[in-house]
C-alpha cells in the first residue's frame, strides 16, 4: 500500500533538512527523502565550513532574513547540544565603487549594523594575513563567521527524526505527480509515497523534478583549495575574518584555518564562478586538476602570500545559479501545494535555517511573514 504523509520534502541537505525539521516541530507527518546520505559530498553543503554574514551586499533586504537565520542557528546549537557557528567577523572588500564593497556598506547602514570601514593599508595593519590592492576598500562587520555544514545537516535530520518525522535515505525520487483529489504522489527507485503538501529541495537536481526550471536553475561546477599556511598565526580564526573579495582577476572568498576536530586543514578559499563551467549534475567532474590549482593558487600567492604554502586538499561541489543571483523560494504556480527552494546560487547555506522555517510557513499555509518578495519564480519568466 502507499504510505500517505501530511507533507514529503525530497532532498535532505542543508535547506531539506532544515524545513523537515520544522515540518516534524510543527507536529505534522512528514517524510524525507534523500538519494545520497545525510550529510554527503555530492551536492552543495559540504566542505567543513560555510560563510554566514550579515553585511549582505546582494541586496539589503536579505538582511531581516540573516537576523532570523542567527536565531535558529542558535536554537539548533541549544537544542543538539552542538557548536556549529564561529563568530570571526566578516570582511566585504574590494574598490570603492564595487559591488562587494559599496553592497556591504549599504546594508550596514540601512540595517544599523555595527561595522568599521577599513582601507588597504588599515586593513593590512589589522589583519596581517591581507595583502590587498591599494585601492580596496573593506566593510569589517563583527557578527560574520562560519558555520559547519555537514554538522548542521545532521543535526537537523536527527531532530527531526526525534520529533516523529520519516526519513529514508539512498533512495532516489524519479518523479512526483498531482491526483485527481489534489494530493501528490512521489515516486522512488524503492516505492510510491503520497501527501498533501510537497517540499522540493533537490539541489542542482531541482530543474530535473521541476522542469519550470529548466534554464532557470542552472548547475555550476565550483572547486575550493585549502592551502598550508606558512604563517599559522595570521590565520587563525581570531585573526583572520571570513572573507569576500573583488580584485582584477575576479571575486574570490575564503575562510580561517579552522581544527574544531584537532586537524590542521589550513587556509580555505574559492574563487566564484570558478572556471565557468555549466554540468549536469549526474556527469558533473568531481575530479580536481592542475589547472584547477594553478587558478587558485596564483591568486593566494598574490594577495595572501603568507597562506600560500604547499595544497593540502581540493575538492568540488555545484553551484545552482539563477539569473540575477537571488533565490527561487515559492510555491508552484499550476501546484500551490507545492514548495521550492532553488537557484541559491552559491550563497544560501548561511539562510537554510531560515529557509527551512519559509518551505513549512509555505506548506502549512501556502504564505509567509518573511520577505521573501525578491524570490519569486515569475520574475524569471522572461528567461
Not at 145 to 151: C, K, S, T
Not at 230 to 240: C, I, S, T, V
Request: glycine letters at 8%.
Amino acid at each position: 500500500m502507499t504510505r500517505h504523509f501530511d507533507a514529503i520534502v525530497i532532498g535532505i541537505g542543508a535547506m531539506g533538512s532544515a524545513a523537515l525539521y520544522q515540518l516534524a516541530r510543527r507536529g505534522w507527518n512528514a517524510l524525507g527523502i534523500e538519494r545520497f546520505d545525510i550529510p554527503h559530498e555530492m551536492g552543495s553543503s559540504h566542505g567543513l565550513t560555510r560563510i554566514i554574514r550579515l553585511a549582505y551586499y546582494e541586496d539589503p533586504s536579505y538582511v531581516p532574513l540573516l537576523r532570523r537565520s542567527y536565531q535558529l542557528w542558535d536554537e539548533l546549537e541549544r537544542e543538539s547540544d552542538e557548536k556549529l557557528f564561529y563568530e570571526t567577523g566578516s570582511i566585504d572588500m574590494g574598490p570603492e565603487d564595487s559591488d562587494v564593497f559599496a553592497g556591504s556598506l549599504r546594508s550596514c547602514l540601512e540595517h544599523e549594523l555595527p561595522h568599521e570601514v577599513l582601507n588597504s593599508r588599515e586593513l593590512s595593519r589589522r589583519f596581517p594575513g591581507y595583502q590587498m590592492p591599494g585601492e580596496t576598500m573593506a566593510v569589517f562587520q563583527p557578527q560574520g563567521g562560519l558555520l559547519v555544514p555537514e554538522r548542521c545537516i545532521a543535526a537537523y535530520a536527527r531532530l527531526a527524526v526525534q520529533r516523529g518525522a520519516t526519513l529514508q535515505t539512498s533512495e532516489q525520487v524519479l518523479g512526483w505527480e498531482v491526483l485527481a483529489d489534489e494530493r501528490l504522489e512521489v515516486t522512488t527507485n524503492r516505492a510510491t509515497y503520497s501527501a498533501e503538501k510537497l517540499v522540493i529541495c533537490a539541489g542542482a537536481w531541482a530543474h530535473k523534478l521541476i522542469p519550470e526550471l529548466t534554464g532557470k536553475a542552472v548547475p555550476e561546477r565550483q572547486v575550493l583549495i585549502w592551502l598550508r599556511t606558512k604563517a599559522p598565526q595570521l590565520f587563525m580564526p581570531e585573526r583572520f575574518p571570513v572573507w569576500n573579495g573583488l580584485v582584477e582577476e575576479g571575486r574570490y572568498y575564503g575562510f580561517p584555518e579552522f581544527n574544531p576536530d584537532g586537524k590542521t586543514p589550513g587556509m580555505k578559499f574559492g574563487r566564484w564562478h570558478h572556471r565557468d563551467e555549466i554540468c549536469d549534475p549526474d556527469t558533473v567532474d568531481r575530479a580536481t586538476h592542475p589547472e584547477d590549482e594553478r587558478l587558485l593558487r596564483a591568486f593566494a600567492e598574490r594577495y595572501f602570500p603568507e597562506g600560500a604554502g604547499e595544497t593540502l586538499n581540493m575538492s568540488t561541489c555545484m553551484f545552482t545559479n539563477t539569473v540575477d543571483e537571488h533565490w527561487i523560494l515559492d510555491t508552484l504556480p499550476h501546484a500551490p501545494q507545492v514548495s521550492i527552494a532553488a537557484g541559491f546560487s552559491g550563497h544560501g547555506f548561511k539562510m537554510a535555517s531560515v529557509i527551512g522555517e519559509v518551505l513549512a510557513d509555505l506548506a502549512q499555509r501556502g504564505a509567509t511573514d518573511h520577505d521573501i518578495s525578491l524570490h519569486q519564480l515569475s520574475r524569471l519568466s522572461a528567461v
